[in-house]
């Protein structure tokens, strides 16, 4: 984790800081060479993997107009050292409060909104981070508004910048979430969420996004409690902490992907300054348990609900399939064996059509039990899929191969694509009409140039038009 700057009651700060989250947790101060940028604080910072650097953007400082619009790179390789960045291309405005995130398919920073003080902007900006290095100001269908304060993501399933929370004006917070598919042709669409559950007290929020289980864990201050939005499911759940909670505050938040963990650190809570460091394990999906058992797949069709879940710990003594009704409570449907590293399936064959349900396991490990997160799923009456809709790969987890089947209502261009954890395109299987009703492409595990990729999570994504649906696989030579 790597902080810069901030304010911390008096004084804006330009230091930089660094938490090893490998073993005991060590804060250390850097000194790199070059620099520093001027303090601030409410500026953005992204993380640019391909060339292993922090890259900040704009936020309060002490100038005249108390608002910065510079970019500044600090190399994370070697030593590390502080180089400003003059982009060519646009002019954009200089603000505050905005987000940003890292694009990696693009390989640029997107900006959106944020405050100079005076306005609050509705524009999305675009940085190239490869050759020359440029500011452009992309068109967009539809969108959020003026927005500051807000939080956002990539989720590489879908190639979308996610939008939560923030204020479009003075004395106004939301806690609405917006969709803005990158990959839509001939311009980037905005898609306002609609996920179902109960979501987070309107507010200001720490957001950090969990890519292998397409979720976005969210802090709220406001009610001291963690929700996960899965955007797979594009559900709202709500956690229940064991542990001391951190009190309400304002915050920032990563993910450690490795310790399977929200982190966040200080900031204002009653006033005051805080320097302390939390983590929050979501333990039904992270925990060294049976509980690290997660969905991978919901299809319905003929009034038939399939699911899949990944492969249970094998030490689970009992593993329960649990459904409930929007207005109903939690009832047990069925029960799966584990001790095996196959995937668990299920068919859910009682449901009535046009119905939604949540699903869920309760998994008993010694004498304790978990329960996986839920997912809802609408019941169809079809015998086959109502919508466009890529199946779960075969088999999953993989070596030397994996089928991927797909269901199109009519003949139509589609293309099937294989991305990386960072949503990277690593393979492209199918790109060109396809005709309706079944069809299937093998994935070889290698990319386009014929090279075997590496082992781990990837997403196959069927688009088409401006939608698109995905598929966890995980490669495992």
């Given at each position: 984790?790597?902080?810069?700057?901030?304010?911390?009651?008096?004084?804006?700060?330009?230091?930089?800081?660094?938490?090893?989250?490998?073993?005991?947790?060590?804060?250390?101060?850097?000194?790199?060479?070059?620099?520093?940028?001027?303090?601030?604080?409410?500026?953005?910072?992204?993380?640019?993997?391909?060339?292993?650097?922090?890259?900040?953007?704009?936020?309060?400082?002490?100038?005249?107009?108390?608002?910065?619009?510079?970019?500044?790179?600090?190399?994370?390789?070697?030593?590390?050292?502080?180089?400003?960045?003059?982009?060519?291309?646009?002019?954009?405005?200089?603000?505050?409060?905005?987000?940003?995130?890292?694009?990696?398919?693009?390989?640029?920073?997107?900006?959106?909104?944020?405050?100079?003080?005076?306005?609050?902007?509705?524009?999305?900006?675009?940085?190239?981070?490869?050759?020359?290095?440029?500011?452009?100001?992309?068109?967009?269908?539809?969108?959020?508004?003026?927005?500051?304060?807000?939080?956002?993501?990539?989720?590489?399933?879908?190639?979308?910048?996610?939008?939560?929370?923030?204020?479009?004006?003075?004395?106004?917070?939301?806690?609405?979430?917006?969709?803005?598919?990158?990959?839509?042709?001939?311009?980037?669409?905005?898609?306002?969420?609609?996920?179902?559950?109960?979501?987070?007290?309107?507010?200001?929020?720490?957001?950090?996004?969990?890519?292998?289980?397409?979720?976005?864990?969210?802090?709220?201050?406001?009610?001291?409690?963690?929700?996960?939005?899965?955007?797979?499911?594009?559900?709202?759940?709500?956690?229940?902490?064991?542990?001391?909670?951190?009190?309400?505050?304002?915050?920032?938040?990563?993910?450690?992907?490795?310790?399977?963990?929200?982190?966040?650190?200080?900031?204002?809570?009653?006033?005051?300054?805080?320097?302390?460091?939390?983590?929050?394990?979501?333990?039904?999906?992270?925990?060294?348990?049976?509980?690290?058992?997660?969905?991978?797949?919901?299809?319905?069709?003929?009034?038939?609900?399939?699911?899949?879940?990944?492969?249970?710990?094998?030490?689970?003594?009992?593993?329960?399939?649990?459904?409930?009704?929007?207005?109903?409570?939690?009832?047990?449907?069925?029960?799966?064996?584990?001790?095996?590293?196959?995937?668990?399936?299920?068919?859910?064959?009682?449901?009535?059509?046009?119905?939604?349900?949540?699903?869920?396991?309760?998994?008993?490990?010694?004498s304790e039990w978990s329960y996986t997160n839920e997912v809802w799923v609408t019941a169809t009456d079809d015998a086959a899929p109502r919508v466009n809709w890529i199946a779960p790969g075969r088999p999953n987890p993989f070596a030397s191969g994996?089928?991927?089947?797909?269901?199109?209502?009519?003949?139509?261009?589609?293309?099937?694509?294989?991305?990386?954890?960072?949503?990277?395109?690593?393979?492209?299987?199918?790109?060109?009409?396809?005709?309706?009703?079944?069809?299937?492409?093998?994935?070889?595990?290698?990319?386009?140039?014929?090279?075997?990729?590496?082992?781990?999570?990837?997403?196959?994504?069927?688009?088409?038009?401006?939608?698109?649906?995905?598929?966890?696989?995980?490669?495992?030579?």
């Amino acid at each position: 984790m790597v902080l810069f700057g901030g304010f911390n009651g008096t004084t804006r700060l330009n230091d930089t800081w660094v938490l090893s989250l490998d073993g005991d947790p060590v804060w250390t101060q850097l000194s790199p060479i070059g620099g520093p940028p001027a303090g601030r604080s409410v500026h953005s910072a992204i993380y640019d993997p391909v060339r292993d650097r922090m890259i900040i953007f704009g936020g309060s400082d002490d100038s005249p107009d108390h608002y910065a619009g510079d970019v500044w790179a600090l190399s994370l390789a070697g030593t590390p050292q502080w180089v400003p960045m003059t982009p060519g291309g646009g002019t954009i405005h200089d603000r505050g409060a905005h987000s940003a995130i890292y694009d990696p398919v693009r390989d640029r920073m997107l900006v959106y909104g944020g405050f100079d003080g005076v306005n609050v902007y509705d524009d999305l900006w675009s940085l190239t981070l490869a050759g020359t290095i440029e500011w452009q100001l992309l068109a967009t269908v539809g969108g959020p508004g003026t927005l500051d304060s807000h939080r956002a993501t990539y989720e590489p399933a879908n190639d979308a910048m996610i939008l939560f929370g923030g204020s479009p004006t003075i004395g106004i917070v939301t806690n609405d979430v917006w969709s803005l598919h990158l990959a839509a042709a001939p311009t980037p669409t905005w898609t306002k969420l609609s996920p179902l559950g109960t979501p987070p007290p309107a507010g200001a929020y720490a957001m950090a996004f969990d890519a292998v289980r397409q979720r976005a864990l969210v802090f709220a201050p406001a009610a001291d409690s963690v929700w996960a939005l899965d955007l797979s499911g594009e559900a709202w759940t709500l956690a229940a902490p064991t542990g001391i909670t951190p009190g309400a505050r304002f915050t920032t938040a990563i993910y450690d992907d490795a310790g399977a963990r929200m982190v966040i650190f200080g900031e204002l809570a009653s006033g005051q300054r805080l320097n302390d460091t939390w983590d929050f394990h979501w333990c039904t999906a992270c925990a060294s348990t049976a509980a690290a058992t997660w969905l991978v797949a919901a299809a319905q069709g003929g009034s038939v609900v399939l699911l899949t879940w990944n492969a249970p710990d094998p030490t689970a003594n009992a593993i329960a399939v649990e459904r409930r009704a929007m207005d109903t409570g939690w009832t047990t449907i069925g029960r799966l064996s584990s001790g095996s590293d196959a995937p668990l399936s299920y068919e859910d064959r009682t449901v009535i059509a046009g119905q939604t349900y949540a699903y869920r396991l309760a998994i008993l490990v010694g004498s304790e039990w978990s329960y996986t997160n839920e997912v809802w799923v609408t019941a169809t009456d079809d015998a086959a899929p109502r919508v466009n809709w890529i199946a779960p790969g075969r088999p999953n987890p993989f070596a030397s191969g994996v089928q991927l089947s797909m269901f199109l209502t009519e003949s139509r261009p589609v293309r099937l694509v294989i991305y990386d954890a960072l949503g990277r395109r690593t393979r492209t299987l199918v790109d060109g009409v396809t005709s309706s009703g079944w069809s299937s492409a093998w994935w070889d595990g290698k990319d386009d140039r014929g090279t075997p990729a590496r082992s781990g999570l990837y997403f196959a994504r069927l688009e088409w038009e401006n939608r698109s649906q995905t598929r966890k696989i995980v490669l495992a030579r």
